[in-house]
């Protein structure tokens, strides 16, 4: 996301191999993040001899909350028993944790990820 973030102008379309030569991932695992992220509706693909992905609106409106909740939605997501002396309380700190998560990971938006991945460059 933060490669096509880096490219984004809302019509360039940038190739699968490229994508996973980049981010150094296999394309076959690649391709599944991006089907989970296209259902998502984050993404947008294209077939095709110049086909590839796009992002689907602006990278300053799209979450690492939303990119967290396509690719691995149990990952903001816990199961705790209430059973026994302690459960209720521990089940309350992790509903806790799981809210300033969820609400952090709605202050990230794709364009700081992309920016953050800048290398900056030296000039002699």
């Avoid at 490669?3 to 599944?32: C, M, P």
């Avoid at 509706?41 to 294209?46: M, P």
């Avoid at 209720?88 to 952090?104: D, T």
């Amino acid at each position: 996301m933060a490669q096509l973030a880096k490219r984004y102008d809302g019509r360039t379309i940038t190739r699968l191999d490229e994508l996973a030569q980049r981010e150094a991932v296999s394309a076959n695992f690649l391709v599944q993040i991006l089907n989970d992220l296209r259902r998502a509706g984050l993404v947008e693909s294209r077939r095709g001899k110049s086909g590839g992905y796009l992002l689907s609106r602006k990278p300053d409106s799209i979450t690492l909350r939303e990119i967290a909740d396509a690719v691995e939605p149990s990952l903001l997501s816990f199961s705790t028993h209430t059973e026994g002396d302690s459960g209720a309380s521990v089940r309350a700190a992790w509903e806790s944790v799981a809210l300033e998560l969820r609400n952090h990971l709605d202050r990230i938006t794709l364009v700081e990820l992309a920016e953050r991945n800048e290398v900056p460059m030296f000039y002699i």
